[in-house]
């Protein structure tokens, strides 16, 4: 998932002592750095949950398709962050953790019955275009939602 520019500009002017930030389009072979470092830091990017299956320890700074998956430390304020960079003996998140992800990310999923996706945010449902029905297709796509939700007893 590509960030918005102001978000990437952000993250780029980011210096400092031992800090490098790459961008994602700079020839670098990712998996090489990962390897030889003590510990990855990302903002999103899948190198991150990629780390520790190649047993780097890993930090999480931003969204991710693998957060809340037990694969990277995700510090929730400064001073975790601080204090989980500041570990002398920081060790990797178990491999294990890392494999629903990768599976996911082989297979998408389950395949759909009726939806056939075109891109990340339009398809069709049962052969109709969902972007050509607006007010029925905003109501499909609630009720979607709400079939997805887990049922809470009242």
């Not at 178990?94 to 389950?110: A, I, K, Q």
């Amino acid at each position: 998932m590509q960030k918005a520019a102001g978000e990437r500009s952000w993250w780029e002017g980011l210096h400092g002592d031992n800090t490098t930030v790459i961008k994602a389009d700079e020839p670098i072979d990712s998996y090489a750095l990962a390897e030889s470092a003590d510990v990855v830091v990302s903002y999103g990017s899948t190198i991150g949950i990629e780390a520790t299956y190649w047993g780097t320890p890993s930090v999480l700074l931003g969204d991710a398709a693998y957060r809340d998956a037990n694969c990277v430390y995700e510090p929730a304020s400064l001073q975790e962050l601080k204090a989980t960079l500041s570990e002398d003996n920081l060790s990797a998140h178990s491999t294990d953790n890392c494999l629903p992800f990768g599976y996911y990310s082989l297979t998408h999923g389950e395949k759909f019955i009726y939806y056939k996706p075109h891109t990340l945010f339009s398809g069709s449902f049962m052969g109709v275009e969902l972007s050509t029905l607006s007010v029925v297709g905003r109501g499909l796509m609630r009720l979607l939602r709400a079939l997805r939700k887990p049922h809470r007893p009242t």
